[in-house]
T-cell receptor
Framework: DQQVKQNSPSLSVQEGRISILNCDYT??????FLWYKKYPAEGPTFLIS?????DKNEDGRFTVFLNKSAKHLSLHIVPSQPGDSAVYFC?????????????FGGGTRVLVKP | KAGVTQTPRYLIKTRGQQVTLSCSPI?????VSWYQQTPGQGLQFLFE???????NKGNFPGRFSGRQFSNSRSEMNVSTLELGDSALYLC?????????????FGSGTQLSVL
């Protein structure tokens, strides 16, 4: 039972355009959401996060939107750059639970074409 | 500060064997988590250790075990290897002082079971 889903396994976008990555979750206990980026042969690196008390969080070219009623979040990258080509993972957690436990989606591979 | 270090980088084993993977967290970090990444399945949480105690556990069979030492280094063991255990095993560390902090990942150990 996948509690976090990224339904698009891949995305191709032209340099300078917007990349939109989507993520859906089913567990209503999740109240904190993160995006990680992963290059080949490297571990994932944290990109941006959002808590359920907000519906938008922005950090430079990256913006995450959260729609709690739809249990949906999205990551917007504007403008997309060739260095953004990587696999992006959406993750969710329950801040009320002890410790660190992230539930990840299956990832979306983004290719930014020059 | 040195990042999270995982050894070995690559491992090839045969079915039925057992394997031990090692993780050295960022200096000062007391929480170590382990994740399994397989193609299309994203990252699946194995367990988390904090101050030498298992604080969280995922839904993996008992063949998967781990431990943490007093210096916060962690090891993960998989006994009676199966073909389906072939995956990238990622270790992540955090300070452990608060719930669900940002995780810092190592580059992983790529395990191939033949």
């Amino acid at each position: 039972d996948q509690q976090v889903k990224q339904n698009s396994p891949s995305l191709s976008v032209q340099e300078g355009r917007i990349s939109i990555l989507n993520c859906d979750y089913t567990n209503s206990m999740f109240d904190y959401f993160l995006w990680y980026k992963k290059y080949p042969a490297e571990g994932p690196t944290f990109l941006i996060s959002i808590s359920s008390i907000k519906d938008k969080n922005e950090d430079g070219r990256f913006t995450v939107f959260l729609n709690k009623s739809a249990k949906h979040l999205s990551l917007h990258i504007v403008p997309s750059q060739p260095g953004d080509s990587a696999v992006y993972f959406c993750a969710a957690s329950d801040l009320k639970a002890a410790g660190n436990k992230l539930t990840f989606g299956g990832g979306t591979r983004v290719l930014v074409k020059p | 500060k040195a990042g999270v270090t995982q050894t070995p980088r690559y491992l090839i084993k045969t079915r039925g064997q057992q394997v031990t993977l090692s993780c050295s967290p960022i200096s000062g970090h007391r929480s170590v988590s382990w994740y399994q990444q397989t193609p299309g399945q994203g990252l699946q949480f194995l367990f988390e250790y904090f101050s030498e105690t298992q604080r969280n556990k995922g839904n993996f069979p008992g063949r998967f075990s781990g431990r943490q030492f007093s210096n916060s280094r962690s090891e993960m063991n998989v006994s009676t290897l199966e073909l389906g255990d072939s995956a990238l095993y990622l270790c992540a560390s955090s300070s452990g002082r608060t719930t669900n902090e940002k995780l810092f990942f190592g580059s992983g150990t790529q395990l191939s079971v033949l």
